[in-house]
């Protein structure tokens, strides 16, 4: 598995840990039926992609801009501290 998951068109992250989004493996399935590897290797998520996955979330629902720019930001600053 690679360790990274890319992130497409944020201001400020390009990639985040894969090992965060792991436990979110099925959402990942069913929102893009696709394994989280492929979409790496595809060019990655998108904020409101990985923010759908981590919520459990259908693909579409949740909107990019900046709010959920800076809520996927505090997200990986919680997960690093855990």
């Known amino acids: 598995m690679p360790e990274q998951m890319p992130v ?4 400020s992250i390009k990639s985040i840990p894969m090992a965060m989004l792991e ?3 099925r959402q990942a399935m ?3 039926g ?3 590897e ?3 290797e ?7 992609e990985v923010l759908s996955i981590m919520d459990g979330i259908g693909w579409g629902r949740v909107k990019n ?3 959920n720019d800076a ?5 990986i600053e919680a997960w690093g501290k855990r």
């Open 8 to 11: 497409m068109s944020h201001p």
């Open 23 to 25: 436990p979110f493996r």
């Open 30 to 32: 069913k929102n893009h």
């Open 34 to 36: 696709q394994t989280l």
């Open 38 to 40: 492929r979409l790496a």
């Open 42 to 48: 595809r060019g990655g998520l998108c904020a409101s």
């Open 65 to 67: 801009c900046p709010e």
């Open 71 to 75: 809520l996927l930001v505090r997200r």
